[in-house]
């Protein structure tokens, strides 16, 4: 077995599978202290942040929705761009599909973002998107016997793009994750419907996180029965996240790695000149 095989059979292959949970001891410090003892900032020349490990393990426990708006309100003060390598395996007509490779580029304003496939392409191995640019329609680079052809405009949200994947790359990125993440939970909320649990400690990219999951009913439009969320307690976002049905079969997971975030892209990085395209 090849190191890129291991790497994904140990990242896909067992979920967080305990519902133990793990106790997490943390000694109380100053503000002070937790600065000089902990090196932070992620987010390039952005303001520090000093996230108190304690406060993010008790939202784990007792409310998601507050440990969301968090987030999402920190990566809004905080977060410009970013770049990364992305996995995604989803479950497609019924078919689980191999887990995908991607180097990834997002910029939020304009959204932008451009994805290169490094392993398991299907139909296409390059997807650029920019928000309100080249009519609105997503740059794609088709493979197989359409690879000549530099580029091709598809709608973003048309039916080829729904098939290919769960999410459309309009919805990409953590911002809108974490959006469409809250529309679900307020709602199963307001319904008398939401269940959560906490999961304990994990590592993701070798990064100390937490994991929370969320169980909902089978009824009321819900997208899926079970989501298992891997929050890095230094970036305060979702890193790793994963879906299952109510016959608990793997519908979606998704897991960024190796984010560098501000790291100055600009709106030429997202042109197809720029990726040949």
């Not at 440990?67 to 809004?76: E, N």
């Not at 497609?92 to 490094?118: A, D, H, R, T």
């Not at 269940?195 to 994991?211: H, L, M």
């Not at 439009?221 to 996240?241: G, H, K, Q, S, T």
Request: glycine letters at 6%; hydrophobic letters at 35%; one cysteine or more.
């Amino acid at each position: 077995m090849g190191f890129f095989s291991a790497f994904l059979l140990l990242l896909f292959g067992v979920g967080v599978g305990s519902d133990k949970q793990t106790r997490v001891q943390v000694t109380p410090v100053s503000l002070v202290q937790q600065r000089q003892a902990i090196p932070r900032g992620p987010f390039g020349t952005a303001p520090k942040i000093v996230v108190d490990p304690a406060r993010i393990t008790e939202l784990a426990k007792t409310n998601h929705i507050a440990l969301l708006k968090w987030a999402q309100q920190t990566y809004q003060k905080r977060v410009d761009d970013y770049t990364a390598t992305f996995y995604k395996q989803e479950r497609i007509e019924k078919k689980l599909k191999k887990v995908e490779q991607i180097s990834i580029m997002f910029k939020e304003k304009p959204f932008s973002v451009f994805m290169k496939w490094q392993q398991n392409a299907g139909d296409i191995n390059k997807l650029l998107y920019v928000e309100g640019s080249n009519n609105n329609k997503m740059i794609v680079h088709p493979t197989g016997l359409w690879s000549w052809i530099k580029s091709v405009k598809r709608d973003p949200c048309g039916k080829e793009a729904k098939k290919a994947s769960r999410r459309t790359c309009d919805q990409f990125g953590f911002n809108r994750s974490m959006e469409s993440l809250l529309e679900v939970y307020e709602r199963a909320q307001k319904l008398g419907d939401l269940k959560i649990k906490y999961r304990g400690s994990t590592k993701i990219d070798g990064r100390p996180c937490i994991a929370m999951e969320r169980i909902l009913p089978p009824h009321k439009n819900y997208p899926y029965a079970r989501m298992v969320m891997e929050f890095d307690v230094e970036y305060l976002l979702p890193v790793c996240i994963s879906m299952y049905d109510w016959q608990d079969q793997l519908l979606g997971r998704y897991v960024y790695l190796n984010l560098k975030f501000n790291t100055g892209l600009t709106n030429a990085k997202f042109t197809p000149k720029a990726h040949d395209m």
